[in-house]
């Protein structure tokens, strides 16, 4: 198993208007689906600067930060400081969570997950089963090996599923795992799989037109 290795966040610029600072589109949808459950438990694993944190704060949700990086959960603390917001924070590897069995209603783990080599997928995915209670559920993404990034000769090969990102940049040498629709059947064995999408993203850069493929997936834990 790699060594867990986080975001340089120290290299993100703290852009108000920035992406990591507006939430993600279907963190809409998960908010006022858990709201209504009454799902109040809420960990943002991975949580970066808090854009999730701040969100879910704001709408009386109980918030449990956790990342990997120091630097992430003091820029999220000076944040919802700012927010008059309090939340409970933990610094660690997401491969061994500090949180009780059964002790978490809802979980968010978006472009997280993926940061490590398969064996490391594995342990994560048994964390959350783990800490999540029972009908608790969690969304994630994952990588999709149908993105063109898989391929590349440039990134070496740290198992069949995982490359490291060589781009400069705050994922420099971050292992990143891939995968299809039959792994993730057999990662998610344990969990009711609600939902599985596959979704491809564009953007432009350099005067050409990329795009990545993720897995966004909707899991509940019936055992």
């Not at 279907?26 to 006022?32: P, V």
């Not at 005067?207 to 897995?215: A, L």
Request: proline share 2%.
């Amino acid at each position: 198993m790699v060594e867990s290795k986080g975001w340089k966040w120290e290299i993100v610029d703290d852009d108000e208007s920035g992406i990591w600072k507006s939430p993600c589109v279907e963190s809409y949808y998960l908010l006022d689906r858990w709201k209504q459950q009454n799902k109040m438990q809420f960990l943002d694993l991975g949580s970066g600067l808090g854009r999730h944190s701040i969100q879910f704060g704001k709408n009386g949700f109980s918030v449990h930060c956790f990342d990997i990086s120091e630097e992430a959960i003091l820029r999220t603390k000076e944040w919802a400081k700012n927010e008059g917001l309090s939340f409970k924070y933990a610094i660690g590897d997401m491969l061994k969570l500090p949180y009780a069995d059964g002790s978490l209603d809802c979980i968010l783990c978006r472009n997280v997950i993926s940061h490590t080599d398969t064996n490391g997928v594995k342990q994560a995915v048994s964390e959350i089963y783990r800490v999540l209670c029972k009908g608790g559920e969690c969304y994630l993404t994952l990588c999709s090996k149908a993105t063109s990034e898989f391929s590349k000769k440039e990134r070496p090969s740290v198992d069949e599923n995982t490359r490291l990102r060589m781009d400069d940049g705050p994922e420099y040498k971050v292992p990143h795992f891939y995968a299809d629709y039959g792994l993730i059947k057999e990662l998610f064995a344990e969990f009711k799989i609600i939902s599985i999408a596959h979704i491809e993203d564009f953007w432009e850069k350099g005067g050409e037109t990329n795009s990545s493929f993720h897995y966004h997936i909707l899991v509940k834990k019936d055992g």
